[in-house]
């Protein structure tokens, strides 16, 4: 049994119905798992929906959950990745007022040296951008700081799995409402594997 917490992220696809979110999130609730990012969006697929969410737990755990989480009616599969199987990124906003750009503190240069942009000025204030993992959007957030920030919100993790294959490879149903019997979903996690 492993019980060493990891951080994985979890990916369920499913039809976009009401209270689809609060069920999925109280399974976590329910398990005394923090969520530490969700993100929700369409997927490639029409009419179906990804979250990527972002917990730090034993792999053993997770299994449960996912598990779990697929029993759900309008879940039509889950899967679950440590850091090294996927892609992702998140992206940082920071508000900060016009006043730090214009005493020329640098900022120009600690927006370049972070791979950052502006994304827009207004009168009072700026926006800047930086798209990243959370470790580079917290160490801009820290030079940025001392400028006087306004504001600062970070995203959810956005991930895609480093397998080649489409998750419409893994679901081989023709039309949305069909339920996956358990054999299938068996097999096509035998695939995964």
């Given at each position: 049994?492993?019980?060493?917490?990891?951080?994985?992220?979890?990916?369920?696809?499913?039809e976009?119905?009401?209270?689809?979110?609060h069920?999925i999130?109280t399974?976590?609730t329910r398990r005394?798992?923090?969520?530490?990012?969700?993100t929700?969006?369409?997927?490639e697929?029409?009419?179906?929906?990804?979250?990527?969410?972002?917990?730090?737990?034993?792999?053993?755990?997770?299994?449960?959950?996912?598990k779990?989480i697929?029993?759900?009616?309008?879940?039509?599969?889950s899967f679950?990745y440590?850091?090294?199987?996927?892609?992702y990124q998140?992206?940082a906003?920071?508000?900060?007022?016009?006043?730090?750009v214009?005493?020329?503190?640098?900022?120009?240069?600690?927006?370049?040296?972070?791979?950052?942009r502006i994304?827009?000025?207004?009168?009072?204030?700026?926006?800047i951008?930086k798209?990243?993992?959370k470790?580079?959007?917290?160490?801009?957030?820290?030079?940025?700081?001392?400028?006087?920030l306004?504001?600062?919100?970070?995203s959810?993790?956005?991930?895609?799995?480093?397998?080649a294959?489409?998750?419409?490879?893994?679901?081989?149903?023709p039309?949305?409402?069909k339920?996956i019997?358990?054999?299938e979903?068996r097999?096509?996690?035998?695939?995964?594997d």
């Amino acid at each position: 049994m492993n019980v060493t917490k990891k951080e994985f992220t979890i990916s369920v696809f499913s039809e976009n119905h009401v209270g689809v979110l609060h069920r999925i999130t109280t399974i976590f609730t329910r398990r005394g798992i923090n969520i530490e990012s969700i993100t929700v969006s369409e997927s490639e697929i029409h009419g179906v929906h990804r979250f990527n969410i972002v917990v730090t737990e034993t792999e053993d755990h997770i299994k449960k959950v996912v598990k779990q989480i697929e029993k759900q009616i309008e879940v039509l599969r889950s899967f679950y990745y440590p850091l090294s199987k996927i892609i992702y990124q998140e992206i940082a906003l920071y508000k900060l007022p016009i006043k730090a750009v214009q005493n020329g503190a640098g900022i120009e240069q600690i927006i370049r040296d972070n791979h950052a942009r502006i994304l827009t000025v207004e009168k009072d204030f700026l926006v800047i951008e930086k798209t990243g993992h959370k470790g580079e959007t917290q160490a801009l957030f820290e030079q940025l700081e001392p400028f006087g920030l306004l504001e600062f919100v970070r995203s959810g993790r956005v991930a895609l799995a480093k397998s080649a294959k489409s998750f419409k490879d893994y679901l081989k149903v023709p039309e949305l409402g069909k339920r996956i019997t358990e054999q299938e979903v068996r097999e096509m996690a035998e695939k995964i594997d």
